[in-house]
């Protein structure tokens, strides 16, 4: 069983910054495709971002060039990024593994993802 808390949220004018990350137990942690997904009001839930194995990085069109995500292995953590913030990602940022080996677009699948956190709010206010 693997555990996921997220932190880092937050409440940012638009056309800021913020970051956060997320934090897996585990031992296993480094073979895993972690991603971010988030839900808005009203919305369902929607792929941000995901990094596998080997590091290779799959992002939404709508965040690409505006987030990045990375990871630590050695301390469990995956970050998203987040640098000019519209108001439209305001959502509750989710973090979630997969303990399978994903790539491309596959990572985008929220049905790959075994572990799921209980997200951080991110408002962008205007």
């Known amino acids: 069983q693997v555990q996921l808390v997220e932190s880092g949220g937050g409440l940012v004018q638009a056309g800021g910054s913020l970051r956060v990350s997320c934090v897996a137990s585990?031992?296993?942690?480094?073979?895993?495709?972690m991603g971010w997904f988030r839900q808005a009001p009203g919305k369902e839930r929607e792929f941000v971002a995901a990094?596998?194995?080997?590091?290779?990085?799959y992002y939404a069109d709508s965040v690409k060039g505006r987030f990045t995500i990375s990871r630590d292995n050695a301390k469990n953590t995956v970050y998203l990024q987040m640098n000019n913030l519209k108001p439209e990602d305001t959502a509750v940022y989710y973090c979630?593994?997969?303990?399978?080996?994903?790539?491309?677009?596959?990572?985008?699948?929220?049905?790959?993802?075994?572990?799921w956190g209980q997200g951080t709010q991110v408002t962008v206010s205007s």
């Open positions: 990094i596998n194995w080997i590091r290779s990085t």
């Open positions: 585990g031992r296993t942690f480094s073979s895993y495709t």
């Open positions: 979630a593994a997969d303990s399978t080996p994903s790539v491309a677009a596959t990572m985008a699948r929220a049905g790959e993802y075994d572990y």
